[in-house]
């Protein structure tokens, strides 16, 4: 298992312990390392919160992303995809990062074996499942369903829901930051909640209007170390 290198100034900016959340995918085919390797790096991509897609893409924290070997080696490490083909190992990783929040996402063959063993560990954060047949696979996901997001046959679809998932993750990071008074924090979590949100715009083809008006209105409130007057919950 790969291990942290925050980006250390001082403590306060130490984003490699910003979010504690890592994605988790188990397919058989996919979780190959020499299949699918243009979808994977996409995935990769989009939802990695340390990731600058486009120049209208910005962070609080500035200073971290002007270090291009710091953030390599960030990205590398923290806020990342786990790819699995063995249902066995993939669980072994599970158990082995009960201090990590877990975005899961399985096939449906695999994950008919797999959920039944993970759904009530307490780092299961949110469960996806990627298949081609939704209908056969509903019947055994229904004694799941607390726990499983969504169930989608595209990777488009897949894509989106995962993002917006972490994106809501993050948020709520930056609340609980906000709510101990730890701004800069919260600003990079909520700087990093809008940037997969317009990810999830862009790649889903929807709008998201009031979801990144929230998020901008906590970021003003995060500038000024003020709560505004939404709730933080």
């Given at each position: 298992m790969l291990s942290c290198i925050p980006y250390i100034?001082?403590?306060e900016r130490n984003?490699?312990?910003?979010?504690?959340?890592?994605?988790?995918w188990l397919d058989a085919h996919i979780g190959k390392?020499?299949?699918?390797?243009?979808?994977?790096a996409l995935f990769r991509k989009i939802t990695q919160p340390l990731e600058i897609l486009s120049e209208g893409e910005e962070d609080i924290d500035e200073p971290m992303m002007l270090d291009v070997n710091i953030l390599k080696s960030l990205q590398e490490t923290?806020?990342?995809?786990?790819?699995?083909?063995?249902?066995?190992?993939c669980l072994e990783f599970i158990h082995?990062?009960?201090?990590?929040?877990i975005f899961f996402v399985s096939s449906g063959s695999m994950g008919r074996l797999i959920v039944p063993k993970i759904f009530e560990l307490p780092q299961l954060q949110s469960i996806f499942i990627f298949c081609g047949d939704i209908s056969k696979n509903s019947v055994w996901a229904m004694d799941y369903c607390e726990k499983i997001s969504a169930m989608v046959i595209h990777q488009d679809d897949l894509l989106v829901h995962l993002t917006k998932c972490i994106a809501q993750y993050l948020e709520s990071k930056g609340d609980g930051y906000m709510e101990n008074d730890q701004t800069l924090r919260a600003k990079n979590c909520f700087a990093w909640s809008?940037?997969?949100?317009?990810?999830?715009?862009?790649y889903g083809h929807t709008r998201l209007p009031n979801d990144v008006k929230k998020i901008e209105e906590k970021i003003l409130s995060?500038?000024?170390?003020?709560?505004?007057?939404?709730?933080?919950?």
């Open positions: 100034v001082d403590d984003v490699g312990q910003y979010s504690d959340h890592v994605s988790v390392p020499e299949n699918n390797r243009d979808l994977k923290v806020y990342r995809l786990e790819l699995f083909d063995n249902a066995d190992i082995a990062n009960r201090d990590k929040q809008k940037k997969l949100l317009l990810r999830a715009e862009k995060a500038e000024t170390g003020q709560q505004s007057s939404m709730d933080y919950q």
